[in-house]
């Protein structure tokens, strides 16, 4: 928006304020008749004045609160958050473009879209893989599925020879503290590595959250576990600098918010979902405000992945990898470093990028292997490419996997017939041009076709991922299974697709 729409925009508001139709006349009214031309000339100018500092504020207003795209707050640069508190809120199921910073105009999302006006959003964020345990296990190492080896919830752990985030910090002397809210996170998969508490205790949800699936529902809600971080903030006595996780699981399937906001989006119980977590991150944020510790926090908000929502004839997620699940909000906030809104585009960005990113901003030396780079640096790489996969449809079903590959512009994916997609042109991936494209088009393709060649060459066949995947227990297998998580990995080995 230009500077003079913005003025012109305030000049009507003034307008109609000053110039609305006459009162009742009054005595004072008529009193006014009786003042000198020099006294009625000082009234208007200072009428004149009051309304032009209210034109001025609210244009000043305006252009504070308009996103700066292609720049980068100059304060923000590696170790320039040293020694600050690091809060990492991962938003399960949560589709970017359900978000009212993200342009949605149905949303309820108040507090994520005040730390996005307060920071950065990263408008082209996407996952690695439409699943939430693989897609946690890579956010907290920074390795990508293929390489760390977490293929699908359940049958699949993460080993302790990888490094992660809770580790390297508790390492660089700081108190380690997680909080997620459904069973499929629990610790017994491996994502509780560095942790010194990993409040894994979802215990068993109301059965007034009727599941389509399996009652109960092993999860808990965003109020619940907000509560539990609150009083870890209110009781911790630790000088150290903390990093805290936590993980709300109220946007996936199935969709039943609580009240007010049943009522309110009876038509779209997702977005219901969505605009409860925000307000239970908003309590949060407020806990955190009041504990005095906000002002040196770095607060990061991502989704671990979307939800197709019916695109592409998928209801939900996991078995497809186009950007209804794939593309995912990533905001980042601190009030001491940043004086938002910042917005990065033309570019995508991986969450495998927010470890070593943190990393940078607090200077800290990592010298494992990782396949995430840190966004300071990477956040002009317009050629960047990120890697995505869903074993699912193999896993569970003996259909083929997808693997692919994505730029900002374009997208390929290895499908049983392959696809490519001109992202600028079709975003919402309906034409396959993979047939089709020549000349740089075909370049760009192959180019893609060639780095995800590169990426999946040392992962192992199929057959062996399915074979490394252990057998869930009976319990383990019966508290999935509650949250529509049905694992298949021993049926695929034995069909040996």
Aim: glycine share 8%; hydrophobic share 40%.
């Amino acid at each position: 928006m230009k500077l003079k729409y913005v003025s012109s925009a305030c000049w009507r508001l003034y307008n109609l304020r000053v110039m609305a139709k006459p009162r009742r006349r009054t005595r004072d009214d008529r009193a006014k008749q009786t003042r000198t031309p020099a006294q009625r000339h000082r009234s208007r100018r200072r009428y004149g004045l009051a309304g032009g500092l209210v034109i001025v504020l609210a244009i000043a207003v305006a252009v504070a609160a308009w996103p700066r795209r292609g720049k980068w707050p100059p304060r923000f640069v590696s170790g320039s958050a040293s020694g600050a508190n690091v809060l990492l809120i991962t938003l399960d199921t949560t589709r970017a473009d359900r978000l009212g910073c993200y342009g949605y105009i149905g949303a309820a999302t108040p507090t994520l879209d005040a730390l996005a006006t307060a920071g950065i959003r990263f408008d082209d964020a996407v996952t690695v893989a439409p699943i939430t345990l693989p897609a946690h296990a890579t956010i907290m190492t920074a390795v990508d599925p293929p390489h760390h080896g977490v293929r699908h919830n359940g049958e699949y752990q993460l080993d302790e020879k990888h490094e992660t985030l809770a580790e390297l910090l508790r390492t660089n002397g700081y108190e380690t503290a997680a909080f997620v809210s459904a069973f499929v996170l629990d610790g017994r998969f491996g994502l509780d590595q560095g942790f010194d508490l990993y409040d894994d205790d979802v215990g068993v949800a109301p059965q007034a959250a009727a599941s389509e699936f399996t009652k109960p529902i092993h999860e808990r809600s965003a109020g619940a576990v907000t509560d539990r971080v609150i009083q870890w903030l209110k009781n911790r006595k630790d000088a150290r600098p903390f990093f805290c996780w936590v993980h709300y699981f109220d946007p996936h399937s199935p969709y039943h918010p609580p009240a007010p906001f049943a009522a309110r989006f009876a038509q779209e119980p997702y977005d219901g979902e969505i605009a409860y977590m925000d307000a239970q991150l908003g309590r949060l944020l407020q806990a955190l405000d009041n504990s005095g510790a906000a002002g040196n926090t770095l607060t990061i908000a991502v989704a671990d992945h979307g939800e197709s929502l019916g695109d592409h004839g998928e209801a939900t997620h996991a078995k497809l990898i186009y950007d209804s699940t794939m593309r995912v909000p990533l905001i980042i906030s601190h009030p001491s470093l940043i004086r938002g809104p910042y917005v990065v585009d033309g570019v995508v960005v991986s969450v495998a990028d927010i470890l070593p990113t943190v990393v940078d901003l607090l200077g800290l030396a990592d010298t494992s292997p990782r396949d995430g780079r840190s966004l300071l640096a990477g956040r002009t790489n317009r050629d960047r490419m990120c890697y995505m996969e869903t074993l699912a449809p193999y896993l569970d079903d003996g259909w083929s996997p997808l693997f692919g590959m994505r730029r900002h512009a374009d997208k390929y994916v290895l499908a049983p017939k392959p696809e490519y997609f001109d992202l600028v042109a079709d975003p919402g991936e309906l034409e396959n041009l993979y047939d089709t494209v020549v000349g740089d088009a075909l370049v760009s393709r192959d180019l893609l076709v060639g780095e995800l060649a590169s990426k999946t060459a040392d992962s192992g066949s199929l057959a062996a991922v399915a074979a490394s995947a252990q057998e869930p227990d009976s319990e383990t297998l019966r508290r999935l299974e509650s949250l529509g998580y049905v694992g298949s990995v021993r049926r695929a080995a034995v069909d040996g697709g």
